[in-house]
């Protein structure tokens, strides 16, 4: 009983230990997480695994004395290499998947064969609360966007309702629907997932089958939320009903969910009764190449037998038993020790480098949205020809793609249309890549320059949509100090991928000294202009000079009304 109790103890210091080393980067990634609407769930998929585990874990046999093997040191090994790239590109997404591959190597050093069969499910779902990587998610959240737009304008012509598309916007003949990210149904896609996947690794299902309900849940979840996005407008141009706000959307969002839900694992049901689950082991102690029966189960019994001798040879210990312990000890404090410590390092600095320059000399203290600090006096009535003739404040759900919060100014003069808008705030720096690409707009070209009368960095935008319309855009990006975001190359319109992670490095940050650190919140001005002709050259520039003076008195107004 001692012996038994002494693994459990060594086991457990040497988890935290590792969960220590690596927690820079879950903190990170939890915070990163949480900040994103779609990716909330998460603290569910670690309660769901924390339950998983215990369960399992009841009746097991603590018999296994730790030992190193080629297995224990494969993992470690893709561990630790992870982690450096992470150390190295401060990438709490790699940071955080080398801690759950450090995991899988510590529960086979510990626990051995019958403990990693048992906790395979429950480490699995783990990778559940890692990110997709670079962007793609946001590529993938437009995309599901334009799928439920086209899905739901088919449904629409069935029923011969008039309207008419322009990127994620669908227009009637009452008003126009945006089909926002919360709306692309990628929310109810990955806790889908998610949910469906917990059900396959409850009943240990085969990764063939799990694959196989993934893809089916994908399938269901896009489709009941083309379904949502259609009865919103169909709703309101038949029987004027709003189903896009309050609590019946919220109804109406549960309910498609739980459609969607319900049709998974219906179909995994059918699944079930068409290929039943096998009650016989994958790894048959008696099976053999000659085993009678078809060709499939003598390749099955062949790819078990040998699954079972790569196994084996993987399992071997290479070192004495207590040797094997303190080399793992002393790979976790020499080899990870110093590279947490810098990450650690890095953290502190850089939560230091935000609370300095928060509360920096003159930089405004920030509360509420920008629909309540900027007032309608904010920018004049007249500026030259053009004449203010109208103020909207906009109220937006914080994943809609035009961004959150807006007070618009729209102004009219040189035969033109133009809103002048105050954006925010964000949490972070703002692409405007992923606004245009959900709204269809193209890039005709770009210009970064630095604004004469503020001398702020800003950005000129030539922009275009395949059905004849252009349209001019000039915006600067501010954080908490007031310090205007540097802009970067060309790629609105592209949503950057590696090129996120390759800024991170040490010495790309320090070749460009102009870059300087983003203190959040961020928040937008934009002059906007769309025409049906592309816009000439004294156009641009009369554009250019009303974006010049409506930013200079809007920033000025800005600095009265923070506190």
Not at 276 to 282: G, N, V
Not at 302 to 326: D, E, H, P
Request: aromatic share 12%; glycine share 6%.
């Amino acid at each position: 009983m001692a012996s038994v109790a002494s693994r459990k103890r060594t086991t457990g210091m040497i988890v935290c230990g590792s969960v220590l080393l690596h927690a820079g980067f879950f903190c990170g990634l939890a915070v990163w997480l949480w900040s994103r609407a779609h990716y909330q769930f998460f603290p569910l998929v670690l309660c769901g695994s924390a339950a998983l585990a215990w369960y399992r874990l009841q009746d097991a046999k603590w018999d296994h004395t730790p030992c190193l093997t080629l297995r224990v040191a494969g993992l470690g090994t893709g561990a630790f290499v992870l982690f450096a790239i992470a150390a190295l590109f401060q990438s709490n997404w790699l940071g955080s998947l080398s801690g759950i591959l450090s995991l899988w190597a510590l529960i086979w050093f510990c626990g051995g064969f019958e403990i990693a069969d048992r906790l395979r499910g429950p480490v699995f779902l783990l990778l559940l609360v890692i990110p997709i990587p670079l962007n793609f998610d946001l590529k993938l959240v437009i995309w599901l966007q334009k799928v439920a737009t086209a899905a739901a304008s088919s449904l629409l012509d069935m029923l011969h309702v008039w309207h008419s598309t322009s990127g994620v916007a669908i227009t009637t003949v009452q008003r126009s629907f945006m089909v926002e990210e919360a709306c692309s149904g990628i929310h109810s896609l990955f806790s889908c997932l998610c949910a469906v996947i917990f059900v396959c690794v409850l009943r240990r299902s085969g990764f063939l089958r799990l694959v196989i309900n993934a893809i089916q849940t994908a399938g269901w979840v896009i489709a009941a939320n083309a379904i949502r996005v259609f009865l919103v407008i169909y709703a309101f141009s038949e029987w004027n009903l709003p189903l896009d706000k309050g609590w019946p959307h919220e109804a109406l969002g549960v309910g498609t969910y739980a459609l969607a839900l319900g049709l998974s694992l219906s179909t995994d049901r059918l699944f079930l009764f068409l290929v039943p689950m096998s009650h016989i082991p994958f790894v048959d102690v008696g099976s053999t190449y000659n085993a009678s029966g078809n060709v499939v189960s003598q390749s099955l019994a062949f790819l078990g037998a040998s699954t079972k001798t790569l196994n084996r040879f993987l399992n071997q210990g290479r070192l004495a038993k207590r040797l094997s312990l303190w080399v793992v000890v002393g790979v976790l404090v020499l080899l990870f020790g110093p590279l947490a410590s810098l990450n650690y390092a890095r953290v502190i600095a850089d939560s230091r480098a935000v609370a300095a320059g928060q509360n920096a000399g003159g930089a405004p203290n920030f509360v509420g949205n920008m629909s309540e600090v900027v007032t309608d006096t904010a920018v004049p009535n007249k500026v030259d020809q053009w004449k203010l003739v109208n103020t909207e404040r906009i109220n937006r759900t914080p994943d809609d793609p035009q961004g959150t919060n807006s007070t618009v100014f729209t102004f009219a003069g040189e035969g033109l249309t133009a809103s002048f808008s105050v954006d925010g705030y964000y949490p972070e720096w703002h692409d405007l890549a992923y606004c245009y690409t959900a709204l269809d707009w193209k890039l005709k070209s770009q210009q970064n320059f630095q604004d004469a009368s503020t001398g702020h960095n800003a950005t000129m935008l030539s922009l275009y949509i395949e059905d004849g319309q252009y349209s001019v855009s000039y915006f600067s990006c501010y954080d908490s100090r007031l310090q205007s975001v540097k802009p970067g190359a060309a790629t609105i319109g592209v949503i950057p991928t590696f090129s996120v992670l390759m800024d991170r490095l040490p010495w790309h940050a320090s070749s460009d000294p102009d870059t300087a650190k983003i203190v959040p919140p961020v928040f937008q001005l934009q002059l906007m202009c769309s025409s049906s002709h592309e816009l000439l050259d004294h156009e641009r520039v009369n554009l250019q000079h009303l974006f010049s003076v409506l930013s200079q008195h809007a920033l000025q107004s800005i600095m009265k009304a923070s506190p």
